[in-house]
């Protein structure tokens, strides 16, 4: 992210789209929590920011500890 301009209280950032659409998603799914990040989450969607895709199967794998 990377801080543009500063005027008159508001914010101009430049940041990668895929980290864009990582701040949409944790924003939506924590809008309960913040206060009026509801404009913020539209000035992303109407940029073209989409949120990013889910996988189709997460892979866990589990490593027992090392016996010494």
């Known amino acids: 992210m990377h801080l543009e301009k500063a005027e008159n209280g508001e914010l101009v950032i430049t940041m990668p789209q895929a980290e864009a ?7 939506k799914k924590r809008a309960d929590d913040l206060d009026e990040c509801e404009e913020l989450s539209k000035a992303l969607e109407n940029a073209g920011i989409q949120l ?7 892979r866990h794998e589990y490593m027992p500890p090392a016996d010494h």
């Open 21 to 27: 659409a990582d701040a949409l998603a944790t924003l």
């Open 52 to 58: 990013p895709e889910q996988p189709d199967h997460i």
